[in-house]
């Protein structure tokens, strides 16, 4: 997949790219060695993998390397740093963060990295973010629980959002560096998330209106469903993160919703146990499925969900599949 990106990259971007990439690969960044922390480029340090995959295609063009905090698999709400982690945070160009509090158990290690001089960029703050509970889950989350007008954290599940996050990206290092070429890398990788949206889009075709209907282990689908036009009708983990449990009566009452919508599929999450969306499956009976999606983070090598074009686009086949029961 990071090949097929790549050259994707390239043919959008025609012979400009070609010699900009050739210069980044000659000599480096910025090569008077006039900032960065190291002689080969810029260091960037982002947490979740998501973020690490989209940094690493900007710099991938424009030189430098990206340290991922978070290991393949991770929760993104449920992450501590190791020492060695803050050090490198401390020690970066530029730290990219999500931000707007998914981050929850890195935090105050992000906001004393800042203290200690480090550049924290935070994306979800800057892509036109919206608050939890906007597409319909009214039933699922009760009172006090369902974020309360929080902005609501899970910006990358949009793909059109990210393709924005791209461009952010490279206009920082262009500002961290004093190298334009970053700007054209993160218009390049842009451009491919583009792509990669209409791809999701296509996808998606396959689901009919009336059963573009979500119920999801936690609320982190309320960016997709407003960017390719579903209904979340509930989640099992109240309160916007997945570090929380529902009652026994919230469960109940979520399974006669389920059955209600009668959705053929519901969506647990590949970073965490399927145990809540399971006992959720056993609520409502029948022979609806369980399918893990990949939520916080990408999949392992071999997924197909390795970068994060091929996590949404594993997402978006999950969830047709799923949705119209091609895997039933
Ligand atoms: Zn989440």
Redesign the pocket.
Known sequence: MGAVARSRVLAAAGAGALALGLGACGGGSGGDGSTGGTSDGVSVVATTTVLGDVARQVVECGGGEVRTLMPVGA???DFSPSSADITAMVRADLVIANGLG?EESLQSALASAADDGARVLELAPLLDPLPFGEHGHDAAATSGSDGGGRED??VWLDVSRMAKGASFIGAELADVTGDDAYVTCGEQVSAALSETDTEVRDILAAVPADERILVTD???FGYFADAYDFEVAGVVIPG???LAQPSSSELADLAQTVRDTGVRAIFANTANPTALVDALANEVGGDIQVIALY??SLGPEGSGAETYQGMMLTNAHLIADGLTGVTG
């Open positions: 929760d993104p709400h998914l954290p899970h936690h609320d982190a916007g993160s997945t939520e916080g």
